[in-house]
């Protein structure tokens, strides 16, 4: 009975975290091409593994995700990277709050995304670029 209850309750989250993907890259999704500068960075907060290989930028409209031209799979060598975003997206930024942080002694720029539960961050000074980019202001660390 445990187990069952377990896999109900394993099978329910999978489908809420993969609605709440969906939505996301469905309601950011961006058709353009953006201009600005882009930079390659390991996005946390996508994958709950490990990082999104993307690049992204920023401007005064919002924070661009763009996938990575990079394939997932690479035949002589075997490795595998599981493609997280396979859309160009832009978030924006009234749809953000910007904060510094952590993660893993390591400083990071956070941007959260609070009402859809979805918070991304990237290193400080890929971070920092991106908010000079935009022309916002930094934000300072608590």
């Not at 469905?26 to 994958?47: A, M, P, W």
């Not at 799979?73 to 990277?81: A, G, S």
Request: charged content about 20%; aromatic content about 14%.
């Amino acid at each position: 009975m445990l187990l069952a209850i377990v896999i109900v309750l394993v099978v329910v989250l999978m489908g809420w975290n993969f609605a709440r993907m969906y939505n996301f890259e469905t309601d950011y999704r961006f058709f353009g091409y953006f201009q600005g500068n882009r930079y390659e960075c390991l996005l946390g907060g996508l994958s709950p593994e490990h990082g999104t290989l993307c690049f992204i930028g920023a401007d005064e409209q919002g924070l661009y995700l763009l996938p990575h031209p990079k394939p997932a799979l690479t035949w002589w060598n075997y490795q595998w990277r599981r493609q997280v975003l396979k859309k160009s997206l832009l978030i924006p930024w009234r749809d953000i709050n910007c904060r510094a942080g952590r993660v893993l002694l390591k400083d990071c720029i956070w941007f959260d995304l609070a009402p859809r539960k979805i918070y991304l961050y990237v290193p400080k000074d890929i971070g920092e670029k991106l908010l000079t980019d935009a022309r916002l202001m930094m934000p300072v660390r608590t």
